[in-house]
């Protein structure tokens, strides 16, 4: 079972040691394309090279990117990786999120998914019964589960406005299974990237992402103990209909 937040924050004897505001400084600079050692460094704005080369050597002692002849390169999931790394750090939530993009986030949680045996799909569309999107849906093929996944990430929310998108996203989730007849059951979340009190809102997960590889996991003891809202396409949405 993969915890991200705790994965992020292992130390390394090799890892020097590095300001929390640089975290927050390198995420500008994070791109898949390859960038030299003076890009990054032009592109996060630090003030020495020394500094840049630290900070790059800090996130690649923890998989965080990848070093070619071409230069320093980082995926979509990357970037949310140093973006909780730098929150966790003590950086403030709200500034480190403008540096990411909704892509950044849905990507991210689309490659836990896939690590977990899930099939993904990013934006889906719908106009009937009703004009909908899903940011990130996630299908096992072998269960015929499905965890249909809203990101609220950049806003601390007041309890009535997670209840609302808890609601909506309930309802996506029904009719989703109008058009995807061959899934069975499917899970509605809430995936937030900052940490949460409140776990269960009408029965529909809030998740943030440092936990989500671990609640993707845990899924099926959630069903198992009804804890969960869940939808079946002979059923209503109501709570465990599983």
């Known amino acids: 079972m993969i915890n991200i937040e705790s994965e992020i924050l292992t130390q390394s004897v090799r890892s020097p040691f590095v300001q929390p505001v640089l975290l927050e400084m390198a995420i500008s600079a994070l791109s898949y394309k390859a960038h030299t050692l003076e890009e990054f460094h032009r592109l996060a704005g630090f003030v020495s090279k ?121 309802q996506r989730t029904s009719y989703l299974l109008i058009h995807r007849r061959m899934i069975s059951c499917a899970v509605p979340v809430v995936l937030t990237l900052h940490p949460v009190d409140t776990q269960l809102v009408d029965g529909v997960p809030v998740v943030p992402v440092s936990r989500f590889s671990s609640f993707i996991q845990d899924i099926p003891f959630y069903l198992d103990d009804d804890e969960i809202e869940s939808i079946s396409l002979n059923n209503k949405p109501n709570k465990n209909s599983v």
């Open 50 to 170: 020394r500094t840049t080369k630290l900070v790059l050597e800090h996130l690649l002692v923890r998989g965080i990117g990848r070093v070619s002849r071409f230069g320093y390169s980082f995926s979509r999931a990357d970037r949310i990786r140093v973006a909780l790394l730098a929150i966790l750090s003590g950086n403030d939530i709200e500034r480190v999120s403008n540096f990411l993009s909704w892509q950044d986030f849905e990507a991210f949680a689309s490659a836990l998914l896939n690590i977990s045996g899930y099939a993904t799909e990013c934006n889906l569309h719908f106009s009937k019964p009703t004009r909908m999107q899903i940011d990130v849906l996630g299908f096992n093929h072998d269960s015929g589960l499905a965890i249909v996944i809203d990101c609220k990430h950049w806003k601390r929310n007041h309890l009535s406005a997670i209840s609302l998108y808890a609601t909506k996203q309930v």
